[in-house]
C-alpha cells in the first residue's frame, strides 16, 4: 500500500482540505501512477457539494489526470515504468456488455465506474480521483499521452477534450462544415480548437461582447452575439451545419435551432435545467437535437493523438492545491482561461 497525499471534501459545505490515503500496490494487469497534475472539471464541484445525488465523504475528487507510470502489476504489457499515461472520467466497466465490446465504456450497460465517487467493483469501497499524488487503475482504462504533449496542458484533454472531440466525430464534422459553439467555457474553448483543426469554420455563439476578442485569440472565424436576439437569429438562420451547445445554463434550444442547416444537428453537452423544444424547430427543417457524453478508451486515445498531431492543448491556469477552492469559487464566476490544473506536487506541501 502507497500512503496519498490529497485533497479531500469532508462535506458539502466544507472547503476542500489535505487528507491522505492508501493507494494499492498494482495487482495483475494494473499500473501504479504517480500523478503530476490533475484539471478541475465543473462536474467537481457539482459532486462535492451534492449537487447531482448524494456523496460517500470524504472524497478526493479529480478525473482529468496525467502523470507518468511508476509501478506495473503482473501481466502488463502496454506501459512500462516511466511511461506518461493519463486517466479520464472512468475506471473500470463490466467489459462484457455490447457498448463495452464496441469502445464505448462511457456507455456501459450496467454503468461505468467513475473515477472517484463510485464504487470499485474488485473492493466494494469508493473510487478516489486525482487530487491525489498516486493512483492504481487497470491498463485497459489508462491513456498513453503522446510524446511532447505538455503534461499540465494535456489534463484537461481527458475531459473537457474528449467530451468535445467525440461529437464532432460521431455526428460527422467534415472540413468545411459551418460550425456553431454555444459557451465559451472549459468546453467551448476545446470545441473551439478541435472544430479548427477539423476543417471547420467556426463561429462562437456568445449572449455578450466579452469574449469576442478570446474567441478570435482562440482560432474562432467569427463571433456572434446570439442570446436572445431576434435579429442575430434571422440574421444566422440556416448558417451551421452542426452547433456544439456547452452551456449549462438554463437557455432557449429553439433559437439555436432555427440556426442549422436543412439536417444538421446540435448537439447537447451542458446539462442545465428542462428547456422546451418546439417540434417546428425540428420538424421544418429534419434538424436532429441530440446529446453527447463522453468517449470510450479507444475514441479518447484518437482524440490525444490527434491533439499530438495538430499542436491542440488546453489553455490553462497551472495552481497550487492550496487555490482549489478559490479556484471552485472563480469557476462559479467564469472567472478561469479556462481551464484550472493542480499541480500535484503541491498536495502535500
Not at 27 to 36: F, M, P, Q, T
Not at 143 to 150: A, E, N, S, V
Not at 247 to 271: P, R
Not at 305 to 330: K, P, Q
Request: charged share 20%; aromatic share 6%.
Amino acid at each position: 500500500m502507497h500512503k496519498t497525499a490529497a485533497y479531500a471534501a469532508t462535506s458539502a459545505t466544507a472547503p476542500l482540505a489535505p487528507w491522505s490515503l492508501e493507494r494499492r500496490d498494482p495487482r495483475a494487469g494494473e499500473v501504479l501512477i504517480d500523478i503530476r497534475y490533475c484539471g478541475i472539471c465543473h462536474s467537481d464541484l457539482h459532486t462535492v457539494r451534492g449537487e447531482w445525488g448524494p456523496v460517500e465523504y470524504p472524497l478526493v475528487p479529480g478525473h482529468e489526470i496525467v502523470g507518468h507510470v511508476a509501478a506495473v502489476g503482473e501481466g502488463v504489457d502496454r506501459y512500462k515504468v516511466g511511461d506518461a499515461v493519463g486517466v479520464g472520467c472512468f475506471v473500470d466497466s463490466c467489459r462484457s456488455c455490447a457498448q463495452c465490446a464496441a469502445g464505448e465504456e462511457q456507455y456501459c450497460e450496467k454503468g461505468m465506474v467513475g473515477t472517484y465517487a463510485s464504487v470499485d467493483p474488485s473492493t466494494g469501497e469508493a473510487t478516489q480521483g486525482g487530487y491525489s499524488t498516486r493512483v492504481t487503475v487497470h491498463q485497459d482504462y489508462v491513456l498513453r499521452i503522446p510524446d511532447g504533449m505538455p503534461l499540465d496542458r494535456a489534463a484537461p484533454l481527458l475531459c473537457a477534450g474528449i467530451t468535445t472531440f467525440s461529437p464532432l466525430r460521431q455526428f460527422g464534422l467534415k472540413a468545411g462544415n459551418e460550425l456553431g459553439v454555444v459557451g465559451l467555457g472549459g468546453l467551448g474553448h476545446m470545441a473551439v480548437k478541435l472544430g479548427v483543426a477539423l476543417g471547420a469554420r467556426v463561429t462562437v455563439l456568445s449572449t455578450s461582447e466579452r469574449k469576442r476578442e478570446d474567441a478570435l485569440k482562440l482560432g474562432a472565424h467569427a463571433f456572434e452575439v446570439a442570446g436572445s436576439d431576434k435579429t442575430a437569429a434571422r440574421r444566422l438562420a440556416k448558417r451551421f451545419d452542426m452547433i456544439l451547445d456547452t452551456a449549462s445554463a438554463a437557455h432557449d434550444y429553439n433559437l439555436y435551432l432555427g440556426m442549422l442547416k436543412i439536417d444538421g444537428t446540435m448537439v447537447l453537452l451542458g446539462i442545465p435545467e428542462p428547456t422546451p423544444v418546439s417540434a417546428s424547430s425540428l420538424v421544418m427543417g429534419r434538424r436532429r437535437l441530440a446529446g453527447s457524453l463522453i468517449g470510450g478508451i479507444r475514441e479518447t486515445q484518437e482524440m490525444l493523438d490527434f491533439c499530438a498531431a495538430n499542436g491542440v492543448a488546453s489553455d490553462i491556469e497551472l495552481i497550487d492545491a492550496a487555490g482549489i477552492n478559490d479556484a471552485y469559487e472563480r469557476m462559479l464566476r467564469g472567472d478561469v482561461r479556462y481551464r484550472f490544473v493542480i499541480d500535484a506536487a503541491t498536495f502535500g506541501a
